[in-house]
């Protein structure tokens, strides 16, 4: 699969992991992909828990299906039904959590390019994370980012220390299918906006001129 093409057919899938197991090959591939990301003075600040246990994965999803209730009791009105009818995550029916952690410690105390950039280091896992979602999206699996969690919960559920930060329950596995319209879109609870709602010119709104033909 081209680049360009993995890019436009990535997206957050929830319904449709069909449960059956990442081939183990397949699984290192798209972890070696994450683990090449470029990372702040090379520091590679990231760990990746492999989470199958069917009890640790009933245990998150319980807590995550919490989360979603405390979310849902803030809504009102059309909001509230159009958030009733989005799935949130995929965590029993993938089969497998990649837990993503960020170690600030990585790299000793003084990772080059860090210094005026504490987040320098974050930044870099979040690269690492787009890595598998984009190998994942080639190698025809699906990725859900599930961010309905505590930090502590889901830190104490993979042990994870005290100095490590959790960024990120992603669920992965084999589907049906892939969306070819984002939930969030299909369901109306927003629209991706076009290019140049976001694009400025020297100083932030000035306006960037359309490129000739």
Not at 94 to 107: C, F, Q
Request: glycine fraction near 8%; proline fraction near 5%.
């Amino acid at each position: 699969m081209e680049l360009y093409d993995a890019m436009q057919r990535r997206r957050d899938t929830r319904a449709e992991f069909t449960g059956a197991a990442v081939d183990d090959e397949v699984l290192r591939r798209v972890l070696a992909a994450a683990h090449s990301a470029p990372s702040v003075g090379m520091s590679q600040p990231w760990d990746f828990v492999l989470v199958r246990d069917a009890q640790a994965l009933a245990a998150f999803a319980g807590h995550v299906a919490s989360e979603r209730d405390e979310f849902a009791s803030s809504l009102d009105g059309e909001r509230a039904e159009t958030f009733s009818r989005i799935k949130i995550e995929g965590i029993r029916e993938s089969g497998l959590g990649v837990v993503v952690g960020y170690d600030p410690t990585r790299g000793g105390p003084n990772v080059l390019g860090r210094h005026a950039i504490a987040d320098a280091g974050l930044y870099s896992v979040c690269l690492a994370i787009q890595n598998l979602w984009l190998a994942a999206t080639a190698e025809g699996l699906g990725v859900g980012w599930v961010s309905f969690y505590r930090e502590e919960f889901l830190r104490e559920l993979v042990s994870m220390p005290e100095h490590v930060r959790p960024v990120a329950w992603l669920c992965l596995g084999e589907v049906a299918n892939v969306p070819t319209v984002p939930d969030l879109e299909r369901f109306g609870w927003r629209h991706r906006s076009p290019l140049e709602s976001v694009l400025h010119a020297e100083r932030w709104g000035e306006q960037v001129e359309p490129v000739q033909s």
